[in-house]
């Protein structure tokens, strides 16, 4: 059964020549069960049918408005839904990807009810054939009221093994539009092209800031579809880590006594996001920006919260790009 009560949710979506994907994503939107939603596609002047696409699943939904814009990237799409957005809480999701059909109804019960200013919930990563699921840490799931900026914070840090990917992504996360207002929170834009990282620097700004708290949902509700195809037309955007300067000057200012902390998990993280610079580049048989060294190896192996992750670094390191490729692709039809 269908709920229609409760405030008006905001979920933004830009597209960009989506054809294949658009329709399962907002398929899965409409089949909520919290209905009171509000849904703007922002085309991205797409040179395919997205535009089209768009067009008739709002006439047969009048919840959708579509903005049809020039192409500007992901960021101005974004910010463009954020200015038309009515809902008193706003929601992203990627064009490609799906969600769960509890997804809106709990996180919108969970933040109504605290009065917090965020709520985060669990997600999949999927590969192909494999699911990677990412889960609310034990710590988070017990605690049932808001937790403060400074304590979230506080232990993003100290415990960054398993959390940074939880914090780092914009769409597993429910906002209090009135937080975004007052804080003037917006993604950062650039002529030509998109801040990389610019997702986390939005979260990170939100979460920065939410005086009411930070409120969780434990169960797993995004679907995050991996491709590799897409992801390897952008493999630069891995070595560039000026997000990650940007997420440390915030973090340096909130907790000043953790500064060799905070150090040590941005360090990680430029190594993390090297090692998945590496293993686009080996899938999609193109050069790799360069080796890994030991050094780098255990860090992934000490603070790596995933599996698969840990696994990747080592074959990275001891096999050649061919036999990388091979066992990739025997692990992402589940043989391995």
């Given at each position: 059964m269908q709920s229609s009560k409760g405030n008006l949710i905001s979920v933004i979506i830009p597209v960009y020549n989506a054809e294949k994907f658009i329709e399962k994503c907002v398929r899965s939107i409409q089949a909520q069960t919290y209905t009171n939603l509000e849904i703007i596609l922002v085309n991205d002047g797409s040179s395919d049918n997205s535009g089209v696409l768009c067009d008739k699943l709002a006439k047969a939904d009048n919840r959708i408005k579509v903005i049809h814009k020039q192409n500007g990237g992901t960021s101005a799409a974004r910010n463009i839904g954020i200015d038309e957005a009515n809902g008193k809480f706003i929601t992203f999701v990627d064009h490609d990807d799906y969600i769960e059909a509890d997804m809106?109804?709990?996180?919108?019960?969970?933040?109504?009810?605290?009065?917090?200013?965020?709520?985060?919930?669990?997600?999949?990563?999927?590969?192909?054939n494999y699911r990677r699921i990412v889960r609310i840490p034990q710590t988070y799931q017990e605690n049932r009221s808001a937790l403060s900026s400074v304590c979230y914070f506080k232990d993003l840090v100290q415990n960054f093994r398993a959390r940074y990917v939880l914090h780092s992504s914009i769409w597993n996360k429910l906002y209090k539009k009135e937080l975004i207002s007052k804080h003037r929170i917006r993604f950062q834009e650039r002529t030509g092209y998109n801040i990389t990282g610019e997702d986390c620097m939005f979260a990170t700004d939100c979460c920065a800031v939410a005086?009411?708290?930070?409120?969780?949902?434990?169960?797993?509700?995004?679907?995050?579809?991996?491709?590799?195809?897409?992801?390897?037309?952008?493999?630069?955007?891995?070595?560039?880590?000026?997000?990650?300067?940007?997420?440390?000057?915030?973090?340096?200012?909130?907790?000043?006594?953790?500064?060799?902390?905070?150090?040590?998990?941005?360090?990680v993280q430029t190594k993390m996001r090297l090692v998945t610079a590496i293993h686009v580049a080996n899938v999609s048989k193109m050069p790799p920006p360069r080796k890994l060294n030991w050094s780098t190896v255990l860090d992934i192996l000490r603070?790596?919260?995933?599996?698969?992750?840990?696994?990747?670094?080592?074959?990275?390191?001891?096999?050649?790009?061919?036999?990388?490729?091979?066992?990739?692709?025997?692990?992402?039809?589940g043989t391995i």
């Open positions: 809106y109804e709990r996180m919108h019960n969970r933040i109504d009810k605290t009065e917090a200013d965020v709520c985060m919930c669990g997600f999949s990563i999927l590969h192909d005086d009411g708290g930070i409120v969780f949902v434990d169960s797993s509700l995004y679907n995050y579809v991996y491709s590799i195809s897409s992801e390897s037309k952008n493999m630069d955007r891995y070595e560039d880590i000026e997000f990650l300067d940007y997420i440390k000057k915030i973090m340096l200012a909130m907790l000043p006594d953790e500064k060799s902390t905070i150090e040590r998990l941005i360090d603070y790596s919260g995933s599996k698969e992750e840990r696994i990747s670094t080592l074959l990275i390191y001891f096999f050649p790009a061919p036999i990388y490729r091979l066992a990739y692709k025997l692990y992402s039809k």
